[in-house]
Nanobody
Framework: QVQLVESGGGLVQAGGSLRLSCAASRVTLSFYSMGWFRQAPGKEREFVATISRSGSTTDYVDSVKGRFTISRDNANNTVYLQMNSLKPEDTAVYYC????????????WGQGTQVTVSS
């Protein structure tokens, strides 16, 4: 059973930073493109960022460009999301997910980690 476990969430003031981690077990993450998603209360889950298998290509939703950075350490089977200049509207549960590059949908999801940004 593939497991993705997020950590690093918490409560932070606006303007602050957090670094989320997504650790994988029973899977070799280098085979997968990885993504971060978030879901705020009462809202649909939305895409935040993605990174290619090698880490050479990344993409972000417009609202986080210039503030968030996705990265990966394939040797340690971990993906990160560095979040700077956090805003109250970034408050959400953040999920990491893994996708075979040839597929359009994500195959595996973590359980999520709560990020709360106070104003």
């Amino acid at each position: 059973q593939v497991q993705l476990v997020e950590s690093g969430g918490g409560l932070v003031q606006a303007g602050g930073s957090l670094r989320l981690s997504c650790a994988a077990s029973r899977v070799t993450l280098s085979f997968y493109s990885m993504g971060w998603f978030r879901q705020a209360p009462g809202k649909e889950r939305e895409f935040v960022a993605t990174i290619s298998r090698s880490g050479s290509t990344t993409d972000y939703v417009d609202s986080v460009k210039g503030r968030f950075t996705i990265s990966r350490d394939n040797a340690n089977n971990t993906v990160y999301l560095q979040m700077n200049s956090l805003k109250p509207e970034d408050t959400a549960v953040y999920y990491c997910a893994a996708r075979f590059p040839a597929r359009a949908t994500y195959d595996y999801w973590g359980q999520g980690t709560q990020v709360t940004v106070s104003s």
